[in-house]
């Protein structure tokens, strides 16, 4: 599949070269949708954020926390944990390949489960916000 990784670096020390943002989209209840974003450099939690969704399905929530990731941190790798979901559409922009990554389940302690907290935490949020990595504790 286009978005793997290589056997090789299918563990979580490879977030501890490099720049990486995942993203995550979750549901906040009639339709409502909400994206978090865990921006990490050298091992090292940078930035968090999160913003409501315009889409109201899923599919476009996850779409659209993609293209989030993108412009927030343009020249990390993207990470994403819904991508065998929607790999058919995302393989119709041939600019993702390369950029973007669907972590495997080994890779996600701890960023990605940061990233998905942040999106259920943030669901009551009316507006974009910055967080502090204290406010998940």
């Excluded at 299918?10 to 943002?21: A, D």
């Excluded at 993609?66 to 600019?95: K, M, S, Y």
Aim: hydrophobic share 40%.
């Amino acid at each position: 599949m286009t978005f793997r990784v290589a056997d090789s670096d299918r563990r979580p020390e490879l977030f501890n070269t490099g720049r990486h943002v995942l993203v995550d989209a979750s549901g906040a209840g009639q339709g409502r949708y909400c994206m978090a974003a865990v921006c990490i450099e050298n091992g090292e939690v940078v930035q968090l954020c999160s913003r409501p969704c315009e889409a109201y399905s899923s599919v476009l929530a996850e779409q659209e926390s993609i293209e989030w990731a993108l412009i927030i941190w343009p020249n990390a790798l993207v990470w994403n944990d819904c991508i065998p979901a929607i790999e058919a559409a995302l393989t119709r922009q041939p600019g993702l390949a390369g950029q973007l990554f669907w972590p495997t389940p080994r890779m996600r302690k701890p960023f990605h489960d940061m990233a998905h907290s942040l999106s259920v935490k943030a669901r009551e949020e009316p507006t974009p916000r910055q967080w502090a990595l204290i406010e998940l504790s």
